[in-house]
């Protein structure tokens, strides 16, 4: 499945798959009532057989991706949003594929030119531009940011240098738009796993003016723009998110519709919800209740 991260599984997508794949596989539909979800006094009718309902321990503590640390915000931030790279687990042994980049080449291992899909776009419509990339790259790496993960992009001339406030001037970093769907990274020495790096959620390209306008507001509902399988259709804080599929979604489309991700954070709890079939999926069951 080539819908996996380098560091955190697409989970969700993966349970939406591999409940529709056993679906197929024995003939069967998934029945039952549709599903009403309840925000703020507003009632949300979700088609049954098209909906995935999922367990996460807690409330993401940060969907933006440049920030966020933990696996929790990880799994909701990977279904709604691609990264330049991604991995391929269908041949064995995983391979490093491009997702929003359409190639990756280098003579030399230093110096990487990446040309980006043209079918890409933002779930508000925007197409997916070069300078998303540049701007999400420095974002990442601006001190103010305090982004943890800066140093995935470490390796990048000059990056550690400017992260730390050595070098003031982000144009003296080795990445440049250098065409309408082309960029260009210069690295500090050659390094032939680059592409990899490029999997981790970090190193996402960002949409500034939606952060601009939405301040620390940007990943809510309402604000955020993503380019991923799925879009976030409710964030009702401490008690559920729900995805909804995104129908512009450029690659392979998800095989079901809506995800529900219930805030849970006991194990026990979420295996009664699963046996009273309020809940489709559990990723974690006690060695005492495996029986």
Request: net charge neutral; hydrophobic share 40%; glycine share 6%.
């Amino acid at each position: 499945m080539s819908d996996i991260k380098a560091v955190f599984t697409k989970t969700i997508l993966l349970g939406a798959v591999i409940l529709a794949g056993l679906l197929a596989a024995t003939g069967c539909t998934k029945k039952g009532k549709d599903i009403t979800v309840e925000v703020a006094g507003q009632k949300l009718t979700l088609p049954y057989k098209e909906t995935l309902r999922v367990r996460i321990a807690s409330e993401p503590p940060a969907l933006d991706w440049h920030k966020g640390t933990d696996t929790t915000s990880a799994e909701i931030v990977t279904n709604m949003q691609d990264g330049l790279a991604g991995y391929d687990f269908s041949s064995g042994e995983p391979q490093v594929v491009p997702e929003l980049a359409s190639k990756w080449e280098s003579k030399d291992n230093k110096t990487w030119v990446i040309t980006l899909r043209t079918d890409a776009k933002w779930s508000d419509g925007q197409s997916l531009i070069p300078q998303h990339v540049v701007d999400g790259w420095k974002r990442l790496l601006t001190p103010t940011t305090a982004a943890e993960y800066a140093y995935f992009l470490f390796p990048v001339k000059n990056a550690q240098g400017f992260n730390q406030g050595k070098i003031k001037d982000f144009n003296e970093i080795g990445v440049k738009v250098t065409g309408p769907d082309q960029i260009t990274v210069e690295l500090e020495r050659p390094m032939a796993f680059f592409p990899m790096l490029l999997t981790h959620h970090s190193t996402y390209p960002i949409r500034m003016d939606v952060v601009a306008k939405h301040g620390d507001k940007w990943t809510e509902p309402a604000n955020i723009v993503t380019v991923g399988p799925f879009n976030m259709k409710v964030w009702e804080h401490d008690k559920q998110i729900v995805l909804e599929r995104n129908e512009g979604y450029y690659g392979k489309k998800p095989p079901l519709k809506y995800v529900v991700a219930l805030m849970i954070q006991e194990v026990s709890t979420a295996i009664n919800l699963f046996e009273a079939g309020k809940l489709d999926f559990v990723d974690e069951v006690p060695a005492q209740q495996i029986r």
